[in-house]
């Protein structure tokens, strides 16, 4: 398949993440004044729900939507200050930059907050790397829902969803790419999911280094 739209998921898939977000979690509970005993039942629905929205995470945990909100604020104040931490993928760029001297399009899509995607984006220089980037807000859902890659599919004006191809290393992140009816659904082994979570994926790879080679048309 020759894609039209290539969809990439950020902190486990194009930006390495090294303990990061369990790290910016960790502050945001201890800030909403969640009892130390109640961290590792959290921290655990923080892996097992990663590449969800962030906010949907909070609410979930915390109930009502006043603490789920400071949470949120303290989680992503938290993640401002590790960015400078931030480094790709390796071979993520390179994949990048010969998809779009190839004529596709590609988005970035993430379960953060737009400000902190934005800065992660700035902490690599990737600012311009990709045509779009998206995360959750007002009319869109975050993942599982399909809504990030639809909406990346309007705004680049895609002519047929089954011309996308989403690369993810969650569970949520293949759920949101077949349900957008993308043909492509690529689970990818260096973030959070293992083999067996990303069982769904139409393909599952080592590495988004590995993408072309699918787009291609080689082996699984």
């Known amino acids: 398949m020759t894609p039209e739209l290539v969809v990439l998921d950020m902190a486990g898939t194009t930006v390495a993440d090294d303990g990061l977000v369990v790290r910016a979690f960790t502050e945001a509970i201890r800030a909403a004044g969640v009892p130390a005993e109640r961290y590792p039942e959290m921290l655990q ?3 097992d729900t990663m590449g969800q929205s962030k906010i949907a995470v909070f609410r979930a945990l915390l109930g009502d939507e006043s603490p789920a ?7 992503e104040a938290a993640y401002g200050k590790l960015v400078g931490e931030s480094k790709p993928i390796p071979g993520a760029e390179a994949v990048i ?3 779009r001297e190839n004529g596709v399009k590609v988005a970035f899509t993430t379960g953060f907050a737009p400000a902190t995607q934005q800065a992660i984006l700035d902490a690599l220089g ?3 790397l990709a045509d779009l980037a998206l995360a959750p807000g007002d009319g869109v859902r975050g993942r599982p829902f ?4 639809l909406a990346a599919a309007l705004r680049l ?3 047929d969803v089954r011309r996308i191809a989403v690369v993810g290393d969650t569970a949520s992140d293949v759920l949101c790419g077949l349900r957008s009816g993308a043909s492509v659904v690529a689970g990818v082994l260096t973030g959070a999911g ?5 069982a769904e994926a139409t393909h599952v790879l080592d590495s988004v280094s590995d993408l072309p080679a699918v787009l291609e048309g080689e082996p699984r």
């Open 45 to 47: 629905y923080v892996l």
């Open 69 to 75: 909100r400071q949470a949120n604020a303290a989680f």
């Open 97 to 99: 930059r010969g998809l």
């Open 126 to 128: 990737w600012r311009d």
């Open 146 to 149: 399909p809504d990030l890659v």
């Open 157 to 159: 004006e895609v002519t």
């Open 194 to 198: 293992r083999r067996e979570d990303l």
